[in-house]
């Protein structure tokens, strides 16, 4: 129980309600909430010095948690029916923690270390000291293992983590553990996002995320995620760039089965860094000062250059 100003605090009374104490003269705004039960919101009109008996009836209502869908067990659970540790970081919270790199979503994950490799243009992490980093699934499926990869999370609608060893669903890998991405799937809901963000050493992007029904029926669904980016960096002649769109569409041509099919675009420049080094920046040297700004290469001769394209369908009958 609560009071709109956030001030005030509920004090047990003997009969096992509730006291809220020192209000206010006024409209009192209160919020009610307990585990199993719909939130409820009473607005109260009070006199100065009044005491008033207020009686709160909540409503049953089911309560929505996280699902570990195929990284445990395949299936779509909750992770209390998991007999294994995991963790999945949701949409919100990758939103809240500005990431921009899918290890950066790590941060929080017990048993789980990322950004490793500094500014490499790939995903570096390990999971209970073991490197995961060429063991990384999208949908359930395991992403190429010939080369490191660095998916765009502005298209993941969750990260999921599984630690502990999973080869009797994921074949061999290492024992560490499994890093699952959810892709943004169709939704008859209204989405309509277009925003963008900018940062140091000349970071910009613009983003869009469009999806909905198509037509009258609801039986087609349609989700697209756009983004495209590019900046640079402390040293000169190195940046990145980055375009990435990912649509999908659904059919529900009954109540029990549903068809998505997904396509994912993705390409990346990115020109690396080189370490500087010990002597002429951290202590003097006889030659002078290395700026950290400088680049000790060749322009061009660390670039990377990556276009990723992958499409699939799925259907689900219940």
Partial sequence: MRVADGARGTVTAEDGGYRLEGLRAGAVLITVRAIGYAPRVDTLTLAAGEERVHEVRLVPAAVALPVLSATATKLSVPPREVPQLGTVVGRQQLDDQAVRYVQDALRYVPSAQGEQS????????????FTQSRYQFRDGLRLDPGYLQQQEPYGLEAVEVLRGPASVLYGQMAPGGVLNM??????????REVGMSGGMYGAVSGFGDIGGTLGGDGRWTGRLPV??????????????????????????????????????YQRDRYDRTLPLPFEGTLVPDPAGRIGVRTFLGSPRSSRSRRRRCRWGMGSRTS
């Fill in 118 to 129: 500094g500014r490499s243009g790939y995903d570096e992490f390990s999971i209970r000291g």
């Fill in 182 to 191: 959810q892709s943004k799937a169709p939704t008859g809901e209204r989405v």
């Fill in 227 to 264: 983004l495209v980016s590019r900046q640079d960096d402390a040293q000169r002649s190195v940046g990145a760039s980055r375009v990435f769109l990912a649509p999908t569409l659904g059919w529900t041509p009954s109540g029990r089965t549903s068809v998505v099919v997904r396509a994912v």
